[in-house]
C-alpha cells in the first residue's frame, strides 16, 4: 500500500493533464528571519474539496493559509489557483476569500454591510447585492441581523457573519483559519455541521487550518499533518487515524501508542487493545504481552489505562465502561494484567512519508 | 491520584490587616477614601473656578466707579455681539483655530500613519521621542525662534531673498504658522494610537474582500480614526482658541485671549472678561456636539 506516498505533479513524464486542482502548490518555502514558517510544501487539493491543515501551534498552518490568500508572499515556490500562478498577485487580485480567526469584521459597519462589503467593491448593483447578502445571512441562520452592528452579537454570531461576508462573494476557494477557535465546545460542535453542511450546500472548495485532531478528523474530506513547517502525510481522515505515516502522525493524530519490538516500531491504537480478564484464554494469533497499570483515568464514558509493558514500553487502553463503576477502575491501579492485539491492527511507522502495514 | 492538601500558617491578625479586610468588605468605603483627594480637586479648584468665571460673566463693572456690580444681567454679551471689533476677533480666532486644526491633521496623518502601521520598532521610539522633543522646551523660547525666524531681517526673508520672494512677515499667516508647528505633536500623538489600535486583520480583510490601498483606506481606516483625530483636533483646536502670546509675539491682531487679558489687567474688567472666556468654552461645546452627531465617537 502506498496511499501516502507524495508524488511531486512538476515531475517530467507526467501523464495527460488532469483536472486542474483548485490549489496547487509547489516547492512553497517562507521564513521569518530565523524562524523557518514552512519549509517547502508540494500540495495539491481538488475542486469541491474541503481539505484541512492540521498541526500543532507554530507549524506554519496560518502562514501557508496566508501565501495561498496573498497576505505573504513565499520566498521561494509557486502557487496556483485554478491553473493560474498568482505567486505575484495581490490579495485583492485572487479568487480566494478568507474567514479569519478574529473575524476581522469591521466594527462601524453594520452587518449588511459587512456581508454586502466584497460585492460592494466589485460593482454589483444596489438591490442584488442586498439580496445575496440577505440570502448568505439566511444561510448562516442569522437573517434579519441585517441591521445590527458586530458588538451587539455573540462570539458565534460573529463567527457566522465572517463566514456569510466571505462565501457571498462565492469565491473559488474559501480560507478558514481556525475558525472556531474561539467557541466553546457546544458551539464548536454545533459549528462543525453547520460549516460542512455550507460547504456541501454552495460546493466551494474550504481549505480549513486547525489544530483540533478530532475537528479535522470528522470535516475533511482529505487532511495534510503539520509539523515543523514540513506536511508529514497527506491523506483521508481514516487513513490518518488507521495508518499514520510516521510516528509524529500517531501521536498527534490520536494517542501516541508507540512500541518497539525487535527493531521494528509500530502504532497500536488504544480502542484496539484488550485487557485479558483473570486467567482468561487470548485469540488465536492475538499478540500478548503483560504489564502494570501505571495510572487509570476515568473519563465517563469510558475509562484509559496507562500500562508498563514487561517487554520495555508503555501503552494507553482504552476501556469502555459497561458494567463497571468508577470505584471498580480505579481499584485496578497497580494490578498486573495482561494485553492482546491482533497483530494486524498494529500499523509499522518508518521515516517521514513512508510507511509499510505490519502484515 | 493522591490529592495533597497544602496547609498555611493561619495569618497574623495584625492591624493592618484588620484594615485591609474591613476595606475588602466594604468596597464603597474603599472607593470613597481612593477618589477622596482628586475629587475634592476636581470639585473645588477646576470646576469651582470655572462656576466663578461664568457668575463673574454676568456681573458689570459701575462705568464711574469701576466697581464689580454683582447684580447678574447680560449686558457684557450684549456689548460682545454689538461690537464689531469684538466680534471680528472672535472670528478670526476661531478661523485662524479651524485652519491650524486642519493643518495639523493633514500633516500628522502621514506621520502617525507610518509610526503605527509601517515603521519598525526601532524606528517608532525614535519619532515618538522627536515628535515629543520640542515639548521639553519652554513655549515662550519656541515662539520667540519663530520670530527669528519671520521677522523682517531674520532667516526666512534671507533665505528667499534671492529668489526675489518675501516671507510673510508677522499676521495672521504667521500666526497659522507658529500655532501649527506648536501643536502638532498634540495632533501625532492621540492619531498615532488611534491607529496602531486598528487590527491589522482588518486591513486585510477589506483587501481580501477585493478593496485596494486606496479603498482600504477611506472605507476602514480613515472612518476608525476618525474618533482620534477628533481627540486630536480638541487639542489643536482649544489650544489655539485660548492662546495670547503667540498673536502678541508674531502678530499685531489680537485673540479672544488678548482681549481677555486687556480686560483683566489693564482694563480692570473682570466681567467682560470673565463674558469673553466664555466665548471659548462655547465654541468647544459646539464642536465637540457636531463631531458626536458626526459619528466621530461611535466606534470608540
Ligand atoms: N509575521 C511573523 N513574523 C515572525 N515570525 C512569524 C510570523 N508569522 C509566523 N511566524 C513564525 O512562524 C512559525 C509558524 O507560525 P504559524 O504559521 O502562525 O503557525 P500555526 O498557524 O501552525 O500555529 C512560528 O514559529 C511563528 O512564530
Ligand atoms: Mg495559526
Known sequence: ?359 | MASVTYTQPPPRRSPGRRFAAFLYRHPRVQLSLLLATPLGWLVIAYLGSLAVLFLAAFWRLDPFTADIVKDPGLQNFQTLLDNPVYREITIRTVKIAAAVTITDAILAFPIAYYMARVATPRVRNLLVVLILMPLWSSYLVKVYAWRVILQEDGILNWALGPFGLHGPGFGEIAMWLVFSYLWLPYMILPLYAGLERIPDSLLEASGDLGARAGRTFRTIVLPLALPAVVAGSIFTFSLTLGDFITPNLVSSVQFIGNVVYANVGVANNLPLAAAFATVPVLIMIAYLLLAKRLGAFESL
Open chain 1, 1 to 359: 500500500m502506498s496511499t501516502q506516498a507524495r508524488e511531486r505533479p512538476s515531475e517530467a513524464g507526467e501523464d495527460a493533464p488532469q483536472p486542474a486542482a483548485d490549489v496547487r502548490l509547489e516547492g512553497v518555502r517562507k521564513s521569518f528571519g530565523d524562524v523557518v514558517a514552512v519549509d517547502g510544501v508540494d500540495l495539491e487539493i481538488d475542486q469541491g474539496e474541503f481539505f484541512s491543515l492540521l498541526g500543532p501551534s507554530g507549524s506554519g498552518k496560518t502562514t501557508l493559509l496566508r501565501i495561498i490568500a496573498g497576505f505573504e508572499r513565499p520566498d521561494d515556490g509557486t502557487v496556483w489557483l485554478a491553473d493560474v500562478d498568482v505567486t505575484n498577485k495581490a490579495p485583492f487580485d485572487r479568487d480566494v476569500n478568507t474567514v479569519f480567526q478574529d473575524y476581522a469584521l469591521f466594527p462601524h459597519m453594520s452587518i449588511s454591510e459587512n456581508v454586502e462589503y466584497g460585492l460592494k467593491v466589485k460593482g454589483v448593483g444596489k438591490q442584488e447585492r442586498r439580496s445575496r447578502a440577505e440570502e448568505a445571512l439566511q444561510m448562516v441562520r442569522l437573517p434579519g441581523y441585517g441591521k445590527r452592528k458586530p458588538s451587539q452579537l455573540s462570539g458565534g454570531q460573529r463567527q457566522r457573519v465572517a463566514l456569510a461576508r466571505a462565501i457571498v462573494n462565492r469565491p473559488r476557494v474559501l480560507l478558514l483559519d481556525e475558525p472556531l477557535g474561539a467557541l466553546d465546545l457546544k458551539l464548536r460542535e454545533e459549528m462543525q455541521i453547520e460549516l460542512k453542511r455550507i460547504q456541501q450546500e454552495v460546493g466551494i472548495t474550504f481549505v480549513y487550518v486547525t489544530h483540533d485532531q478530532e475537528e479535522a478528523l470528522t470535516m475533511s474530506d482529505r487532511l495534510a499533518v503539520f509539523n515543523n513547517g514540513l506536511i508529514e502525510q497527506i491523506a483521508a481522515p481514516a487513513d490518518v487515524y488507521e495508518r499514520p505515516a510516521t510516528e509524529f502522525v500517531a501521536g498527534f493524530v490520536g494517542v501516541s501508542n508507540v512500541l518497539e519490538r525487535e527493531g521494528q516500531r509500530f502504532v497500536v491504537r488504544p480502542e484496539k487493545i484488550r485487557i485479558l480478564e483473570q486467567g482468561e484464554e487470548p485469540y488465536a494469533g492475538a499478540h500478548v504481552e503483560s504489564g502494570q497499570v501505571r495510572d487509570v483515568v476515568y473519563v465517563g464514558m469510558v475509562t484509559r489505562y496507562i500500562v508498563d509493558l514487561e517487554a520495555g514500553g508503555q501503552l494507553t487502553v482504552v476501556r469502555q465502561n459497561l458494567e463497571t463503576s468508577s470505584q471498580d477502575v480505579l481499584e485496578a491501579r497497580g494490578a498486573q494484567v495482561r494485553l492482546e492485539w491482533r497483530p494486524e491492527q498494529t500499523y509499522e511507522i518508518g521515516e517521514r512519508g513512508q510507511m509499510e502495514e505490519d502484515e
